[in-house]
């Protein structure tokens, strides 16, 4: 009932924008729009407070053509995103069910990087990550002295990650130059530095360079071995700096190198057969090419890439720092 008033009331209903009402009532019915379309028009842009521009949004969207998946997809591209509250540091508990308690937490990227890193350094792989990273930390508060081994206690000088920070050499020229303000790089951990913080903090040690190919990706090292060693976990974690499958928020420090062709299946171990996959999709993953169940990984031009069971290839838009697309685009 809802989505026919509010159609009503932009495109029927009396109104003082009168001159934007009718040419946007005129394009609906020209492009033949749907209800269910209109809808989607009027979801994408409730947000937008002031009605002048809200009215130049709606009669651009209108000139979209396509169906209501192809309208929300070019929605994204044409109206602003709604502003969130900047979250702050908290922490809260809430109310016990079952004699099981919740825990909610926000912190810095980079505190809350550090913690998981910290939390899955020594998890089995045989059983899920979840309950073993909670009596991780139960350890290293000190809740667990009778059944937490020694190396979950806290050191005076606990482990920190050593994520790769991804430059394309003209923003490391800017940078050095004292001009990277607003440049924003990315980090394998998942999170995210400023050039200008990356000087204060980091320039001057000592610098590591991989080599990336326009078509071909990161220089290949070995084949000799099943298992990745750690000079090709690092050129895997920096062409991409997150799992590959769409939407998943693992940063490529916290994934388990995956074999794209698969070991058993002749897949050798070098960087064109290798991609960081994080451990739920390291397990799931379509190995067998036969199968068509839940996606696969694939190698386009150097960059790992998720296939869906349909054969479409989707890329993973979250921390999207990965070296091929910073250094040659996608």
């Known amino acids: 009932m809802k989505k026919w008033e509010t159609i009503h009331t932009v495109y029927l209903a009396p109104t003082k924008w009168t001159r934007q009402q009718r040419h946007a009532a005129h394009a609906a019915r020209a492009a033949g729009f749907t209800a269910d379309q209109l809808w989607v028009i009027e979801s994408r842009i409730k947000h937008i407070a002031d009605e002048r521009e809200k009215w130049r949004l709606r009669l651009q969207l209108l000139g979209v053509t396509g169906r209501c998946e192809t309208l929300k997809r070019k929605a994204k591209e044409i109206v602003p995103a709604k502003e969130k509250p900047t979250p702050r540091k ?25 913690l998981e890193f910290a939390l899955r350094k020594n998890i089995a792989s045989d059983a899920p990550a979840g309950p073993q990273m909670f009596e991780a930390l139960m350890g290293m508060l000190g809740l667990r002295p009778d059944s937490v081994p020694a190396t979950a206690t806290p050191s005076a000088t606990p482990a920190v990650p050593r994520p790769l920070v991804v430059i394309p050499v003209p923003d490391y020229i800017e940078i050095i130059k004292g001009g990277g303000d607003e440049t924003l790089l990315g980090l394998t951990d998942g999170t995210t530095i400023t050039g200008a913080d990356y000087l204060a903090k980091h320039y001057g040690k000592d610098l590591e360079v991989a080599l990336f190919h326009p ?10 071995s099943r298992f990745a060693n750690q000079k090709q976990r690092d050129l895997a974690r920096a062409c991409l700096t997150t799992c590959p499958v769409p939407d998943c928020r693992h940063a490529s420090d916290n994934c388990e190198v995956h074999h794209i062709t698969a070991w058993s299946r002749g897949g050798q171990t070098n960087m064109a057969n290798l991609a960081p996959l994080c451990r739920y999709h390291n397990r799931t993953n379509d190995d067998d090419p036969k199968r068509r169940n839940r996606g696969s990984i694939v190698n386009i031009r150097g960059r790992p890439m998720w296939k869906s069971p349909r054969g479409y290839s989707v890329t993973n838009e979250v921390h999207p720092f990965g070296a091929m697309s910073l250094l040659f685009g996608d």
């Not at 099981?100 to 990227?109: D, F, I, K, S, T």
């Not at 078509?215 to 000799?224: K, S």
């Open 215 to 224: 078509q071909e990706g990161a220089v290949n090292l070995y084949r000799t």
């Open 90 to 114: 908290t922490m809260g508990f809430g109310k016990t069910r079952d004699g099981m308690r919740p825990l909610n937490a926000m912190g810095a990227e980079e505190d809350m990087a550090a």
